[in-house]
């Protein structure tokens, strides 16, 4: 599965992105994907996950109820809407995949990775 994040961008305090996680892959509404962001000097660390069918998603405590996580199985893409933004918010955002698994808080839980977007919050 091939993944292109895309959307990021530099955005002031408590304004909004949209970021996408976009694939060619015919099977992608089997597929669950997640979100991940990392900071210079920080660990990778999970922020949102939807399910295949985009009824269940799941969010880290830091971005719940700013972040919102959907998807269109028929564009294939996967999206990451960012509002209230924060300066601790700034870092690489990227998408992941899998098929199978219920774990979704962890990147070792992942097969596939599209290569990051950056997003750059200004005090």
Sequence with gaps: VQLQASGGGL???GGSLRLSCASSER???NVAVGWFRQA???EREF???????GSTTYYAA????????SRDNAKTTVYLQ????KPEDTAVYYCAAR???TIWGTADAYDYWGQGTQVTVSS
């Design 40 to 42: 210079p000097g920080k």
């Design 62 to 69: 830091s971005v719940k109820g700013r972040f919102t996580v």
């Design 82 to 85: 960012m509002n209230s933004l």
């Design 11 to 13: 955005v002031q305090a």
């Design 99 to 101: 098929y199978l698994g």
């Design 47 to 53: 922020v949102a996950h939807i399910r295949w069918s």
């Design 27 to 29: 099977t992608f509404s």
